[in-house]
């Protein structure tokens, strides 16, 4: 049987909340103060302990100060004087959970579910210890730098991996938020689990809630067979929510009510499902501004933002472009079974490089370079210039139209000419925004010499948003090939 402890003051709570907690066939320890519940855990370590924060000699955080129990049993805050500041600094500590008084039971049975989960007195499996970066060549799990930016980012993951915490991360396209994921499950108690990773703006609006979900044969046109959704497939690992800002509105709604709740239901099903599945949420854009603009909800955006990490863009760690592009360099070397080496110009070209595809860019910029490279060494040849980064915000505005008539004219302001020899576009007046859109995309997809990636960071859209106009403008009768 898995043994809880109530740690509390109030007693009439107290004692509400242990007769809750036996009603689920768990044996209960009671204390009302730091000293009572040290000697609790010392008389019988507890499976689990639900603790309150303010006590009558100290701050229920002291307890993390015994390792012991912060490796051997889940900590659970419940109280009714939680801050976000303390929540955080809780989690941090080891804490697995956080509940807000008064408790709603559907919380509180997703918590003793967990629990309950575990082998009685089998001490959960601790994750490993990350090592200091510098100690492995600045690699940092599947992370490589060593950059103070970078080592802001290892010392979050080393913090918050150990736990069950809802992490947000933020970052540009190409930062490598899906690795830190990673990194976070790797280091995580749930590392034996499975991680699924899902794009939610690469999966079709109509389809979402029945991939995350699941749903019952016959719940619709074509369900031939029951189909478990991503919830159920991550079930005791993590569950990696990628772009979280394309998912429609109706559907953050009822991913918020599993947040809450730890409890689904497949679309065309009345039974919910209690789902163990750890949270880690990822947005290319700045998660207020998509509040702003109706892309996220902000009662979603609270309970995601638990544990936020936010991922520099490359060109404010290029130092740690060289050990990146040897990484890769190295990868794709032993792939192939040829190994080459940067001489000294490409190395400096690399460092010398805005990067504005981040990451990702520079790791397609090393493959196409050892491609390119006639023997063991590569030069700068076959990498982008420095003045490549980015289209002049003047070669993508239109050239002056031409002059309107009568009080148009002064009316008009004027347009910014384009320096001799910068590539321009000409708007008509009187060109739809779709037109405009199109003309915009085809000539910066030319100017970056039909890298996408690059043409995607220069319009300032996701990879997958050029991949949707290009593929529309492929299907219309005019489009260009």
């Known amino acids: 049987m898995n043994h809880v402890l109530i740690v509390d003051d109030d007693t009439d709570s107290a004692t509400t909340l242990r007769e809750l907690v036996r009603a689920d066939r768990f044996s209960v320890a009671v204390a009302h103060t730091l000293r009572d519940a040290r000697r609790q855990i010392a008389l019988q370590p507890p499976d689990l302990v639900l603790l309150d924060l303010q006590l009558p000699d100290g701050n229920g955080l002291d307890l993390f100060s015994d390792p012991q129990l912060v490796n051997d049993s889940d900590i659970v805050l419940v109280t009714g004087h939680a801050s976000l500041d303390t929540s955080i600094e809780a989690m941090r500590r080891g804490a697995a959970d956080y509940l807000v008084k008064p408790i709603a039971m559907k919380q509180l049975q997703r918590v003793l579910t967990r629990c309950s989960a575990r082998p009685a007195n089998e001490a959960a499996p601790a994750a490993p210890t990350p090592r200091d970066p510098t100690a492995e060549g600045g690699r940092f799990g599947l992370l490589w730098g060593q950059t103070p930016a970078m080592r802001r980012v290892y010392e979050q993951i080393h913090r918050v991996a150990p736990t069950s915490v809802t992490v947000f991360i933020t970052g540009e396209s190409g930062t490598g938020k899906e690795v830190v994921a990673q990194t976070v499950h790797a280091f995580s108690r749930r590392q034996s689990g499975p991680f699924l990773a899902v794009n939610c703006g690469a999966i079709s609006p109509n389809l979402m809630e029945s991939e995350i979900f699941g749903h019952e044969k016959g719940s619709f046109t074509g369900a031939d067979r029951q189909h478990l959704g991503f919830f159920e497939r991550a079930c005791g690992g993590t569950l990696f929510l990628d772009e979280i800002t394309e998912m429609p509105p109706d559907l953050q709604v009822k991913l918020l009510r599993v947040l809450e709740t730890g409890r689904f239901m497949r679309v065309g099903s009345t039974q919910s499902i209690q789902t163990d599945v750890r949270i880690i949420a990822a947005t290319n854009r700045a998660p207020h501004e998509a509040v702003a603009q109706g892309k996220l909800r902000e009662d979603l955006l609270y309970r995601l933002n638990v544990f936020p990490i936010e991922l520099p863009p490359l060109r404010d760690r290029l130092d740690d472009v060289p050990l990146l592009a040897r990484h890769f360099l190295e990868d794709i070397s032993r792939r192939e079974g040829t190994a080459r080496r940067f001489d000294e110009s490409a190395l400096r070209r690399l460092v010398t490089y805005p990067w504005p595809g981040n990451v990702r860019e520079l790791r397609n910029a090393v493959h196409r370079a050892y491609v390119m490279a006639d023997g063991e060494s590569i030069d700068a040849q076959w990498l982008p210039a420095p003045d490549a980064g980015a289209v002049p915000m003047a070669a993508l505005e239109p050239?002056?139209?031409?002059?309107?008539?009568?009080?148009?004219?002064?009316?008009?302001?004027?347009?910014?000419?384009?320096?001799?020899?910068v590539p321009a576009i000409t708007l008509p007046v009187g060109v739809s925004m779709a037109q405009a859109e199109r003309l915009l995309i085809q000539a910066t997809l030319q100017?970056?010499?039909?890298?996408?990636?690059?043409?995607?960071?220069?319009?300032?859209?996701?990879?997958?948003?050029?991949?949707?106009?290009?593929?529309?403008?492929?299907?219309?009768p005019s489009a260009r090939h």
């Open 399 to 421: 050239a002056r139209p031409p002059a309107l008539p009568g009080p148009a004219a002064r009316a008009a302001a004027p347009a910014t000419p384009v320096p001799d020899g």
């Open 447 to 476: 100017q970056c010499q039909q890298q996408k990636e690059r043409t995607a960071a220069v319009l300032g859209i996701s990879l997958k948003t050029l991949y949707n106009r290009l593929k529309e403008y492929a299907g219309e």
